[in-house]
């Protein structure tokens, strides 16, 4: 059997840093993502899933990602329920995230910045907020040189 969940998109507010009881830290954010395709007016619409990851990059997330910020979930789905105060059943569907990618430069405006002027702020799972070496010889391809980049929507993979 197979559960996995790959996701690119934008936080919809802050991360919500909290602790368990025994010290656990567990983040809770929210992540827009764009479907495929448009509806019958021509616009593009967007599904909201709820994402939450443990541990050091439950901190990491909370540290380095806010409203508007791109980022990378990969992890599981996964599905729980409680009652509320009025004695209701509550069900909850959301994305245990295994690993979080920051796909942006820390730097960055959030959403709406068309053009990344360096590295996405994480190398890896292990090397959030590091940036490259950035000794002799290396040029960024990617790197901003102040001319517009033309990107249409029909060549992202998202």
Do not use: H
């Not at 507010?13 to 010290?23: F, I, K, Q, W």
């Not at 901190?59 to 004695?87: C, F, H, P, W």
């Not at 990107?151 to 992202?156: A, E, T, V």
């Amino acid at each position: 059997m197979l559960n996995r969940v790959v996701l690119v998109g934008r936080l919809t507010r802050d991360p919500e840093l909290r602790y368990t009881p025994n010290g656990v830290a567990v983040a809770n954010f929210t992540l827009a993502v764009n479907r495929t395709f448009s509806n019958r007016q021509g616009e593009r619409e967007a599904d909201f899933i709820n994402c939450v990851v443990w541990q050091k990059q439950a901190e990491n997330v909370a540290n380095y990602l806010k409203k508007g910020s791109l980022a990378g979930v990969d992890g599981r789905i996964q599905t729980r329920s409680y009652d509320n105060n009025e004695g209701r059943r509550v069900f909850i569907t959301e994305v245990v995230a295994e690993s979080v990618q920051f796909l942006e430069p820390r730097n960055s405006g959030g959403a709406g910045n068309e053009s990344f002027g360096g590295p996405p702020s994480s190398a890896g799972n292990n090397d959030f907020g590091k940036q490259p070496n950035r000794s002799s010889g290396f040029d960024d391809p990617f790197a901003n040189d102040g001319k517009p980049i033309d990107i249409s929507d029909d060549d992202l993979p998202f």
